[in-house]
């Protein structure tokens, strides 16, 4: 899984895998989801990110150790 965040646009991607999406759909104002082949979803991007969350802080709880893979 990884965050992107693009300062210029103020979203924020959370990609949940590899897979390719070929489906979106906007769930609430705001928020869409990337769905794959199969409409399992792959991603989601959260629009005007700064005004609904807290970009200032990341938090992870209970992820298995063995998965855990910091760049």
């Given at each position: 899984m990884?965050?992107?965040y693009d300062k210029e646009t103020d979203s924020?991607?959370?990609?949940?895998?590899?897979?390719?999406?070929?489906?979106?759909?906007?769930i609430q104002d705001?928020?869409?989801i990337d769905l794959d082949a199969q409409g399992r979803i792959v991603g989601i991007d959260i629009q005007h990110a700064s005004q609904v969350l807290?970009?200032?802080?990341l938090e992870t709880e209970s992820l298995p150790a063995a998965t855990v893979k910091l760049t």
């Open positions: 990884k965050l992107h924020l991607y959370i990609d949940l895998n590899t897979r390719p999406g070929v489906d979106s759909r906007e705001g928020l869409v807290d970009l200032a802080t």
